[in-house]
């Protein structure tokens, strides 16, 4: 089956405890992103990846990291998690850059 | 700076009726419009539109885009309860960022 997974699916931390939220995808696609969305805001974009070791920042990208050593996978890594960054977070990839397939979400709160 | 914006933020309609979700765009390098369906999870696909005029139509949903206002709507006829969501408009600029609007919650009761 077509899709993108992400995990953990929920998660509750710390401030300052680094923690990285996993997305894969089994479709092939070269554009994979991630996103995170709070209430009244929308998706905003945090970073995307058009290919393997290539990334770039999206709108929100401060106190995030990604990496993109093989094609399927986009981890997402917090180095320094803050309250402020308690969100639903969500993985996309598409072949192009249009028509995205998205993840189940990842809640994530840090006390 | 780069914006959607989506209007009205929400509303409520009784089953049958047509709504209008609208969804205006200021960006840099416009590429392609979006339109996404989110019901308590991944938001799901329903349009892109690239050229102006063009009715993209699916079942009981349309849209289309105008390019010079430079505004889009998405038509829904006879509404369902199962219609029932946030509607998400997104823009793609060329460059390959993407940038959402705040979306409409629309509630259809029975």
């Known amino acids: 089956e077509a899709q993108v997974t992400q995990n953990p699916r929920y998660l509750i931390t710390v401030t300052g405890k680094k923690l990285t939220v996993t997305c894969s995808q089994n479709?092939?696609?070269?554009?994979m992103s991630w996103y995170r969305q709070d209430p009244g805001l929308g998706l905003r974009q945090i970073y995307y990846?058009?290919?393997?070791?290539?990334?770039d920042k999206g709108d929100v990208p401060e106190g995030y990291k990604v990496s993109r050593k093989e094609k399927r996978n986009f981890p997402l890594i917090l180095e320094s998690p803050s309250p402020n960054q308690t969100s639903l977070y969500f993985c996309?990839?598409?072949?192009?850059?249009?028509?995205?397939?998205f993840g189940p979400g990842t809640r994530l709160t840090v006390l | 700076e780069d914006k959607v914006v989506q209007s009205p933020l929400s509303l409520v309609v009784h089953e049958g009726d047509t709504v209008t979700l609208n969804c205006s765009y200021e960006?840099?390098?416009?590429?392609?419009l979006l339109w996404y369906k989110q019901e308590k999870k991944a938001p799901t696909f329903l349009f892109m539109l690239?050229?102006?005029?063009i009715e993209k139509k699916s079942g009981r949903l349309s849209s289309i885009l105008d390019k010079k206002e430079l505004f889009s709507i998405l038509n829904i006829t006879a509404t369902q309860t199962g219609d029932s969501a946030v509607y998400l408009c997104?823009?793609?600029?060329?460059?390959?960022?993407?940038?959402f609007g705040a979306g409409t919650i629309l509630r259809v009761k029975s």
């Open positions: 960006v840099t390098n416009f590429r392609s």
């Open positions: 690239t050229s102006s005029g």
């Open positions: 996309a990839s598409s072949f192009s850059t249009d028509t995205q397939y």
């Open positions: 990846s058009m290919n393997v070791e290539v990334t």
């Open positions: 997104a823009v793609m600029e060329y460059g390959n960022k993407l940038v």
């Open positions: 479709m092939n696609h070269e554009y």
